[in-house]
């Protein structure tokens, strides 16, 4: 029987494993060090915060692996024999495979920095991370402050999860604003404002000179590069991104750039070897897609389609249109199709945006000058439809008509105060234009404003 082997139990490995075998009998093992069970790396959050328990982030029973005939190991992988098809783990001990799925995940970047090894140094990726938080962090007696180095989702996150028991955070972000190489500049300002509201001290174009230590080689401080201040803290989140998780990949021969090269079909250039999820990387990016995509959901994409191409139906990997969401502090963010900043724009692409006056609601819409195509859309505090904007972005439809059906997209519950026609109102206003909502649209709109 074919023996299919896979490193890491995250949302790829996992994905590809329950669809092998859902379409065959054959052998499956999959390995990892971090935990025995698959768990939902997302949800680490909000057990800190007392939301959840770890066991309740564990979509599967422990007995659900036995009875699908999915073997568990808990090892780590040192090196992987290629020739043989082999692998070697670090306590001495040997797997043999007939395909090899490499879905190792991330790790937290680090760039050298003077303490970055110390105690109550962590990042907030893995299982550990969240057990380290609890020793160093447990509350706002034992941890005095907090300094957070780095300003993407992660590091918000961390942030969230620190206030929550009212400890004190500062947050280093390098740039000018927060998240602006993503974000336009509209939205990057209003995040500031909201990360400020919730007594975050955010330090703006901030990078971390050196963490300090104290007589028991512990966190006593952080020294900022710019200015060369002191902040006194017990904890040092590293959330300045994450990279591949390939070191026990390098001497094996599958080749790797910042991660495991990847056809179309995520096989690598070694024979019945593939790689997906965080550490895969793809040879050639898919349209405006970056090359690594570290994302849970085209994590379980790759997942699904590998096994498609394991039990004997070649698969390409075809992620469709870009989207994403994620939450910052209060406000939930939602992108569909591609919104860039203002360094990303390309040659024709402008924006129309919207803010409202006294909330934290925005959204701004992408599109071509010329065409009037709709591009993209980036929504924060107002629920859209993923599947109405995957249809719209298909069919190439103008802004005009993404404008007019808006509210056709609206997510948001029943008794939600809707802003399609302030939003109307104002395209109107800056392109001289008469366009109105449809007429079941405003009917929603006014029904339940």
Partial sequence: MEHIVIIGNGISGVTAARHIRKNSDK???????????????TALMYIYMGHMKFEHTQPYENWFWEKNNISLKEAFV??????????????????????????????????GWPGQDLEGVMGMYHKQDLENLEKYAPNKEACKRAVIVGGGLIGIELAEMLRSRDIPVTFLVRESSFW???LPAQESEMINEHIKDHHIDLRLGANLKEIKADENGKVKSI??????????CNVVGLTAGVSPNINFVKESGIATNRGVLVNRFLETNVKDVYAIGDCAEQHDAIGQRRNIEAVWYTGR????????????????YKPGHWFNSAKFLDIEYQTYG??????????????FQWRHPKDYKCITISFHKESRQFIGINTFGIRMRHEIFDKWLTENQSIEYVLEHLADANFDPEFYKLHEGEIMEKFNQENGTNIKLQKKSWKRIFSKA
């Fill in 78 to 111: 040192a090196n992987i024999n290629t020739e043989k098809k082999v692998l070697d783990f670090s306590n001495g001990e040997h797997l043999s495979y007939d395909k090899l799925i490499i879905a190792s995940g991330s790790k937290p970047n680090k760039f």
């Fill in 180 to 182: 602006n190489g993503v």
């Fill in 27 to 41: 052998q499956i093992t999959i390995i990892s060090k971090e935990n025995k069970y698959f768990f939902s790396r």
């Fill in 301 to 316: 994409m790759m997942g699904e389609t590998l096994a498609q191409t394991i039990c004997g139906n070649k698969t390409a």
């Fill in 338 to 351: 591609w919104v860039f900043s203002e360094r990303g724009l390309k040659e024709g692409e402008t924006y």
């Fill in 223 to 232: 020294i900022i590069e710019e200015t060369g201040e002191e902040i006194f």
